[in-house]
Each structure stands twice: as C-alpha cells, then as structure tokens.
C-alpha cells in the first residue's frame, strides 16, 4: 500500500512493529556485518555516516568544509578548514568514529517513541545535505543510491515495510558502527602510519591514541546496549 498526501505525517507516530520484527531486522543487520564479503559492500553505508559525522560537526564547531570523498575501498576522506588545533579540529576528528553507533542511538530513540516516519525523512535530509558536499563521482553515487533508497521506502511503501526497513537501518548503525574501531584497532598494530583519526586526535590533545581507541569502543559498545534497549522495548 503506497503511501498518500492525506496519510503523511511527519511528526505524526506510527504503530509499533511486532517483536519478531524487530529480532528479526537486527538479524538482518546482523548478517550483512560480520561476513567478510559481505561487509566490503555494506560497509560503504557506515563510511557514509563517518564522513558525514567528520563534516557535520566541522560544519557546527564553525569549520569551513571544503568536500568529502568516499571510495569504492570503503575509506573516506572529509577536507575542513580552519585552525589546526583546538576545540573544533579535536571535535571534528573524533566525530568520525562516533557517528554511526551515536547517529543509530538517536535513530532507536526516535523508533522507540514510534516516530518511523520522521526517522526516515530526518535520514532522507541529512543524505541530501551531504551529496552537497560529495567530491567525487563514487562518493555522489553511493550517496545518491542510499538517499533513494529512504526516499522511495518513505514515499511509496506503507507501514509494514517502512517500520522493516527503518528498525534494519538502525540495527545496521548500532551493529554497524562496533567493527570498525576493531578494524582500526587491528590496522594500528599492524601497519600503523600514524596517519588514522586516533593518531591525528593524540597529536590534537597529547592524549594517547590507545585511550581514542577506548573512546570509540565504549561509545559503540554503550550505543549498541542503549540503542538495543530501546528496540526490543526493554
């Protein structure tokens, strides 16, 4: 059932998903995380939330943002101007990393208070107000594939499907946004350049990257638990 003019609303609530809905999209979630090959490709969702983090808080700590890049290897790059240092670069680096779990924690709290509509709009808009910024064409691509996708789910599905595909989205942040600081972790013992955002925000602030490292860690891992929480209604 497609969804009408006279039955949108933005701030409106919906009915909540069934329980085995909701297991059953964190499951989903699930297996498009841990397998390898399939994480390759999935994974370009959680690099959209990372650069976008980057840019966003760049943009509201009164950086100037010059672009971002995502690469079909699944890395990013966000350029800002400003000063180098101080309260503004610490806050835009460490951004990166916090973003997926932290975006998908505000997510489950809008799903748990049933708002699955502005969820999804809310999605929408943050997705076009990147492409803006997007430099480069796979970047504009994966951006533009991922808004459509919420746009077309919002606007042309009903209740059922967008509640499956908000609570997928969700779990795929909450989820989602655990393995990379494992995967920064593992990168860092074995080839480490000095050149990742815990490296960058321990020259920042003199603070060891080791404790950036907990920083990412305990913000996924808490986000997971809140987030989890507020799901499955607990």
Excluded at 9 to 14: K, M, W, Y
Excluded at 72 to 93: F, Q
Excluded at 105 to 112: N, V
Aim: aromatic share 10%.
């Amino acid at each position: 059932m497609s969804a009408s003019l006279q039955d949108f609303q933005l701030f409106g609530t919906q009915s909540p998903p069934a329980q085995w809905l909701v297991v059953a999209t964190g499951l989903a979630a699930l297996a498009a995380i841990v397998p390898h090959g399939l994480w390759r490709l999935s994974r370009n969702a959680i690099t959209i939330a990372h650069e976008g983090g980057h840019g966003l808080v760049a943009l509201v700590s009164g950086r100037r943002l010059d672009g971002i890049r995502l690469h079909s290897d699944t890395s990013g790059l966000t350029v800002s101007r400003g000063k180098p240092y101080g309260l503004g670069m610490i806050l835009t680096a460490a951004a990166g990393y916090t973003a997926p779990p932290l975006l998908g924690l505000g997510g489950a709290w809008l799903l748990a208070a049933h708002h699955v509509t502005l969820f999804l709009w809310l999605a929408t808009a943050l997705l076009l107000a990147m492409l803006v910024m997007i430099r480069n064409a796979y970047g504009v691509l994966t951006v533009v594939i991922t808004g459509a996708a919420f746009l077309l789910v919002s606007w042309l599905t009903g209740p059922d499907v967008q509640s499956a595909f908000a609570y997928t989205a969700v779990w795929f942040l909450l989820l989602g946004g655990v393995r990379p600081a494992f995967e920064l972790q593992r990168k860092r013992r074995r080839y480490n350049d000095g050149d990742s955002d815990a490296d960058q925000l321990a020259r920042l602030t003199h603070v060891p990257p080791a404790l950036w490292l907990f920083l990412f860690h305990a913000v996924s891992v808490c986000s997971l638990i809140g987030g989890g929480r507020w799901l499955l209604g607990l």
